[in-house]
């Protein structure tokens, strides 16, 4: 079982920004593709962005573009999502989870390791 563990979440007020942080081993940063999702109050879980394990390749949904950053920090063993311009649709749980897909996904049932989740929530 690998455990991914969640950070950074908050209220935050629109047009903030927030930087979420997932936390795994060495060895699943450098094995597994990490992706970021989020659900929100009555909606499904939605893919936000992915970065691949190898060479950082990073794919992001339309809603995010321009707005989320997805990197990695090796010397932490963490991969960080940088938000800005948050608006209140961006409000929900976060979560960051693992897949062994061979290329970057926001397919969720490519991913079978999942961690808690950090709450997210955008308003004045």
């Known amino acids: 079982q690998l455990e991914l563990v969640e950070s950074g979440g908050g209220l935050v007020q629109p047009g903030g920004s927030l930087r979420l942080s997932c936390a795994a081993s060495?060895?699943?940063?450098?094995?597994?593709?990490i992706g970021w999702f989020r659900q929100g109050p009555g909606k499904e879980r939605e893919g936000i962005s992915c970065i691949s394990p190898s060479d950082g390749g990073a794919i992001y949904a339309d809603s995010v573009k321009g707005r989320f950053t997805i990197s990695r920090d090796n010397a932490k063993n963490t991969v960080t999502l940088q938000m800005h311009s948050l608006e209140p649709q961006d409000s929900g749980v976060y979560y960051c989870?693992?897949?062994?897909?061979?290329?970057?996904?926001?397919?969720?049932?490519?991913?079978?390791?999942w961690g808690q989740g950090t709450q997210v929530t955008v308003s004045a």
């Open positions: 060495e060895r699943v940063l450098s094995t597994y593709n």
């Open positions: 989870a693992a897949s062994g897909w061979p290329k970057p996904t926001m397919d969720s049932t490519l991913y079978y390791f």
